[in-house]
């Protein structure tokens, strides 16, 4: 299959870039800056994602950009990675003829919430479902975890004392769990094989059972 990959430099992307390459599909990498990645079967496109052209035909398109409200320092900041970005880059590859999309979301992503980072999600995954694709997967991990490329105090905090809160998090509350970075990537992998059209939105227990199959 030929993908395309935003946000390769990311937690989840840099995980899932050479398991696409494993796997032998052909890649195409967008993003700000190089992935750091050599691979015969991969070509990387450096973009800003809001002037972003149609980047070709593919199979399936894989987006996983996203920030935090600490790191974006301010409600605009952060609506310009995890909504105008996510969009553009949506809409460039169904413009080019995409007709999958997959996307990591969040545990809670609601239009209608109060908090605002859910509220962006939940707006998101709207819009996503507007545009037109065959067939959309939502994955709404709760707390990823993986170590990242930068320093998030607070995060890293979290991922120390998620085991410990996990345990608490049963029944309907389980999708609430935390979730190795591994794990979403793998159920990401696995869902290029999926069949049937239509809007899927996976949780903890799903993206785990994908993982492991």
């Not at 995980?15 to 390459?21: G, V």
């Not at 460039?92 to 962006?120: E, I, M, N, Q, T």
């Amino acid at each position: 299959m030929r993908i395309l990959l935003a946000g390769a430099t990311g937690l989840v992307g840099g995980r899932l870039l050479p398991m696409l390459l494993a796997g032998g599909h052909e890649v195409v990498s967008l993003g700000r800056r190089p992935c750091g990645v050599v691979h015969p079967a991969l070509r990387e496109v450096t973009t800003d994602f809001i002037a972003i052209a149609p980047p070709g035909p593919a199979d399936a398109a894989i987006c996983a950009l996203g920030t935090t409200m600490a790191k974006a320092g301010s409600q605009a900041a952060f609506r310009a990675v995890d909504e105008a970005a996510v969009l553009a880059f949506a809409k460039a590859a169904h413009k080019g003829g995409c007709r999958r999309f997959l996307a990591v979301s969040a545990v809670g992503a609601d239009p209608g919430a109060r908090a605002f980072y859910s509220r962006v999600k939940g707006e998101v995954e709207a819009a996503l479902g507007r545009i037109g694709f065959d067939r959309l997967d939502l994955m709404q991990p709760g707390l990823i975890i993986g170590p990242r490329a930068e320093r998030r105090p607070a995060e890293a905090v979290a991922q120390k004392l998620a085991p410990l809160l996990d345990v608490a998090l049963v029944g309907g509350l389980a999708r609430f769990r935390s979730i190795p970075a591994d794990d979403v990537a793998r159920a990401m992998a696995a869902l290029l094989q999926a069949q049937g059209n239509g809007m899927f939105i996976h949780h903890y227990r799903e993206m785990r059972a994908l993982s492991a199959a």
